[in-house]
T-cell receptor, first 109, second 114 residues
Framework: KNEVEQSPQNLTAQEGEFITINCSYS?????LHWLQQHPGGGIVSLFM???GKKKHGRLIATINIQEKHSSLHITASHPRDSAVYIC???????????FGSGTRLLVRP | NAGVTQTPKFQVLKTGQSMTLQCAQD?????MSWYRQDPGMGLRLIHY???????DQGEVPNGYNVSRSTTEDFPLRLLSAAPSQTSVYFC?????????????FGSGTRLTVV
């Protein structure tokens, strides 16, 4: 079993829909990262969370440390949101990141 | 612009050739790392460094060497390229120490070994 599991693996939405991507992990962490990767592109850090909730524009990230679960929400989705979204956790007492396998999002106009 | 710079962006190698992927950062980050990204798999850690002169192996180190002679640079060397090393390679850096810090990723190097 992977230490970081994301769901769904693939997601297709219509423009304007509310989108949720989930991430569950099985190890003790000091922080959780949400990353975005456009096709053929580099990796951009969206959020770093250690508790609670963060919001940036139409993106919202939440984390429940007790349940070892995080969600990334996109409100009023747009075709430019089409990308792979990756969850990564930083373990306690380590600098290393453990990555989920990513969620491929396609937003149709 | 501040950030992580990777070169080259694309490279084709023949089996058995050697090459070095360059990674440089100008943010004075102590922690630097190399990952490979393969279809259907999460990024996997190859090697990492927590400071100049200190390196350690990650999850998939075989066939790769690293060195960290300065804080800024963390090159990844392929000793004798194999088709299994065809992948996209990312370098990332972060501050070290107490607290949690974000990671900055380079734009990636797409390597094909034929």
């Amino acid at each position: 079993k992977n230490e970081v599991e994301q769901s769904p693996q693939n997601l297709t939405a219509q423009e304007g829909e509310f989108i949720t991507i989930n991430c569950s992990y099985s190890v003790g962490i000091s922080a959780l990262h949400w990353l975005q990767q456009h096709p053929g592109g580099g990796i951009v850090s969206l959020f770093m969370l250690s508790s609670g909730k963060k919001k940036h524009g139409r993106l919202i990230a939440t984390i429940n440390i007790q349940e070892k679960h995080s969600s990334l929400h996109i409100t009023a989705s747009h075709p430019r949101d089409s990308a792979v979204y990756i969850c990564a956790v930083k373990m306690d007492s380590s600098y290393k990141l453990i990555f989920g396998s990513g969620t491929r999002l396609l937003v149709r106009p | 612009n501040a950030g992580v710079t990777q070169t080259p962006k694309f490279q084709v190698l023949k089996t058995g050739q050697s090459m070095t992927l360059q990674c440089a950062q100008d943010m004075n980050h102590e922690y630097m790392s190399w990952y490979r990204q393969d279809p259907g798999m999460g990024l996997r850690l190859i090697h990492y460094s927590v400071g100049a002169g200190i390196t350690d192996q990650g999850e998939v180190p075989n066939g790769y060497n690293v060195s960290r002679s300065t804080t800024e640079d963390f090159p990844l060397r392929l000793l004798s390229a194999a088709p299994s090393q065809t992948s996209v390679y990312f370098c990332a850096s972060s501050y070290r120490g107490q607290g949690t810090y974000g990671y900055t990723f380079g734009s990636g190097t797409r390597l094909t070994v034929v």
